[in-house]
């Protein structure tokens, strides 16, 4: 099966199922704010690799959040 195929079968079925579509675009908002959180606090932290690789990898806010929480407080200052 090819990827346009796949790429067909997978909208099909969130076009059959409402649920899993809001399900879907609920992990897409959610994915994205924390997204967006975590690339603001790095940049305005100066840190450059922390930036890159939030951009880069797409965690469903798992890799953001652990970075908002554990990380990005290092430094702010008061």
Do not use: C, H
Request: zero cysteines.
């Amino acid at each position: 099966m090819t990827q346009n195929q796949q790429l067909i079968q997978f909208l099909q079925y969130l076009d059959a199922n409402p649920l899993a579509s809001l399900f879907f675009l609920f992990l897409m908002i959610w994915s994205l704010a924390w997204k967006g959180v975590a690339l603001w606090k790095s940049a305005r932290n100066n840190q450059t690799p922390w930036f890159i690789f939030l951009l880069v990898i797409n965690t469903l806010g798992i890799l953001e959040i652990i970075y908002i929480l554990f990380f990005s407080k290092k430094n702010q200052q008061a």
